[in-house]
Structure formats: C-alpha cells, structure tokens
C-alpha cells in the first residue's frame, strides 16, 4: 500500500463515514479494483488531503461542481459527509446558488431536491 492509498483511505473515512467506506469496500470486486485505487489515491489521497483549502470550502466546491456537470448520483453521499466537513444547510445553499447563476437553474433546482431529500433522511436518523 502506498503513503498515497493509506492517506487515501484515511480521509476518505474521516469525510465519508466508516460504514459508507465499509459498504463500498465489501462491493469492490476485480472489476472495479483499478478504479478505486485510483479514487483513494488521487480523490482522497492527494485532493481531498490537502489542506490548502478547508474541507468545509472542499465539501462546497465539490457539491457545486457536480450539481454543474449533472453528476447529480454522487450528491448525496457528499450532502451525507457535510456532516463531517463543517459545510452548513446555508453553505450548500449558497453552492447551488452560484449553480443556478453560472450553470443553470435546471441543475441547481434538481440538486437541491436532492439536498432536501436527504437531510430529511440524515435528520430522522438517530
């Protein structure tokens, strides 16, 4: 394993949750094995570790970025980390604001619903 994979998977439980990672490690197959070396590494390993910017501001740009490019599959499980990265309901708001403006309204009104939905679910959790 290198420094990048342990680093990797380190952060990746911090901003994620153990039993996202655990889910996920248990559905890793042969298949699939290049691609989240891959994300560990260089996502987790490398992006997300740096400490230039926070991962409140990391946690935001990420959100926003995938609201943009319609990846809407991934938003939420980084909705769900916010948990962990300090980014605030008004935060992510203002995300998918700058969303609606430079990306379009389409898009940002989509993953807000999204947002919506599961804070719903994060808030009736235990």
Same mark, same amino acid.
Request: charged share 25%; proline share 3%; hydrophobic share 45%.
């Given at each position: 394993?290198? &420094? =990048?994979?342990?680093?990797?998977? =380190? @952060?990746?439980?911090? %901003?994620?949750? &153990?039993?996202? %990672? &655990?889910?996920?490690? /248990?559905?890793?197959?042969?298949? &699939?094995?290049?691609?989240?070396?891959?994300? !560990?590494?260089?996502?987790?390993?490398?992006?997300?570790?740096?400490?230039?910017?926070?991962? =409140?501001? =990391?946690?935001?740009?990420?959100?926003?970025?995938? /609201?943009? !490019?319609?990846?809407?599959?991934?938003?939420?499980? *980084?909705?769900?980390?916010?948990?962990?990265?300090?980014?605030?309901?008004?935060? @992510?708001?203002?995300?998918?604001? *700058? %969303?609606? @403006?430079? /990306?379009? @309204?389409?898009?940002?009104? *989509? /993953?807000?619903?999204?947002?919506?939905?599961?804070?719903?679910?994060?808030?009736?959790?235990?």
């Amino acid at each position: 394993m290198t &420094d =990048r994979t342990t680093t990797g998977m =380190r @952060v990746r439980r911090e %901003v994620l949750g &153990d039993a996202h %990672v &655990d889910r996920a490690e /248990a559905a890793k197959t042969a298949f &699939d094995l290049p691609f989240q070396q891959m994300i !560990t590494e260089t996502a987790w390993g490398n992006l997300w570790a740096d400490d230039s910017i926070s991962r =409140r501001e =990391r946690s935001m740009l990420t959100l926003a970025l995938l /609201a943009a !490019t319609g990846n809407f599959d991934e938003i939420p499980m *980084h909705i769900r980390a916010t948990a962990n990265t300090g980014a605030s309901k008004d935060d @992510v708001m203002q995300a998918l604001l *700058h %969303v609606a @403006v430079y /990306a379009g @309204v389409p898009k940002a009104n *989509h /993953a807000i619903k999204l947002a919506k939905q599961t804070y719903a679910e994060m808030e009736a959790q235990p």
